[in-house]
């Protein structure tokens, strides 16, 4: 088998985990290569007619299967109405994140929203909430927060355990200094190149977060050619995202208000802190939580270990080596 076969086989493994089917093109462009596996691909061989190539010698050897345009894996055929039917779905839910994410995008501290997860993927079910990703002033982190909590709770759109369908959740918040995803494998570099803007105080925001996070390339070198932030559908095309201005008090004098901020700041970073360590969901085993003056991250269950072993598992079946790493990310 050549080594583009193999990368080919290992990225629908991929895709696999999320329940994603490729088209010939998304095969080529999140085509995986990693130095430390079996998938090391020369990059003469990366190319787009090597990759319908081999797509077309897998589908008749019965490796793959390929329908509407899709390729998957044989028993998972229902993988692509399902994912038609999801993209419709995320198209919808894409529109309402927007709307919201303008109005977080003008709150105090907050430079820019992001969609993440299965909203970035426009991998979305019916069910599904928000996954909004937001990016906040170096020092204001806390105050960012309990302010995006406080507007998503006033209009009642924040994501509860109870209510979920088409909520906020506001689950991940970086600063500007702090750009770069420290938790780096296949999976997590497959959901970081597609997060994208929904509104940004900054237009240079969204490049800022590409470069800090260029180490999504070493897993997917194609997407270098073909846009960080363009997983090549017509309805998840990048969007530079609204530039908004930011809503500030005009009449307390600047250093009043940086004084005032960093008392408010400490304030909340204090009561935060005691409450997050308080929960037990923050030290609930196979889970991230994260808490500091640069990142907040609230993931008490990850599905990456179940993606993992699905992925592992599959490889096994196609008498591939399983890919070694990091470990689990997203």
């Known amino acids: 088998m050549s080594s583009v076969a ?3 086989l290992g990225t629908l493994a991929l895709a696999e985990t999320f329940g994603m089917p490729l088209t010939a093109f998304e095969a080529w462009k999140w085509l995986l290569r990693d130095p430390d596996s079996i998938f090391q691909v020369p990059n003469s061989h990366m190319s787009l007619r090597n990759v319908l190539v081999e797509l077309t010698a897998l589908e008749r050897a019965g490796v793959l299967a390929q329908q509407d345009g899709y390729y998957t894996f044989p028993d998972r055929r229902e993988l692509v109405e399902e994912r038609l039917w999801r993209l419709a779905i995320a198209s919808t839910k894409l529109v309402r994140a927007k709307r919201w994410a303008s109005w977080i995008a003008r709150t105090p501290y907050i430079h ?3 969609a993440y997860g299965s909203l ?3 991998n979305t079910r019916e069910e599904s909430d928000l996954d909004v990703f937001i990016v906040t002033d170096p020092s204001r982190i806390f105050t960012a927060r309990f302010l995006a909590s406080l507007l998503t709770e006033m209009f009642g759109i924040r994501r509860t355990r109870r209510k979920v369908r088409d909520r906020i959740c506001l689950n991940h918040y970086v600063t500007t200094s702090s750009l770069a995803f420290p938790y780096r ?3 997590s570099a497959w959901l970081w190149a597609r997060i994208f803007p929904l509104a ?3 237009p240079s925001l969204a490049l800022r977060f590409a470069a800090a996070n260029a180490w999504a390339a070493e897993y997917f070198p194609n997407i270098r050619e073909t846009g960080r932030f363009d997983d090549g559908q017509a309805d998840f095309s990048m969007t530079s995202g609204q530039e908004l201005a930011p809503v500030r008090p005009r009449f307390v004098p600047r250093g009043m208000m940086r004084t005032l901020g960093d008392l408010i700041e400490r304030f909340l970073r204090t009561l935060q802190l005691a409450r997050i ?3 037990p969901l923050t030290h609930r085993p196979g889970g991230r939580v994260v ?3 640069e990142m907040l991250i609230f993931h008490p269950e990850l599905p990456e270990a179940a993606r993992t072993r699905r992925f592992h598992a599959r490889l096994g079946m196609l008498g591939l080596a399983r890919l070694p790493g990091q470990g ?3």
Request: aromatic fraction near 4%; proline fraction near 4%; charge should be positive.
């Open 291 to 293: 808490a500091n003056d």
């Open 112 to 114: 820019g929203v992001f």
């Open 120 to 122: 970035a993927t426009g």
């Open 6 to 8: 193999r990368s080919i």
């Open 185 to 187: 494998s296949a999976l």
């Open 328 to 330: 689990p990310g997203a």
């Open 277 to 279: 360590r308080r929960n």
């Open 200 to 202: 940004a105080r900054d």
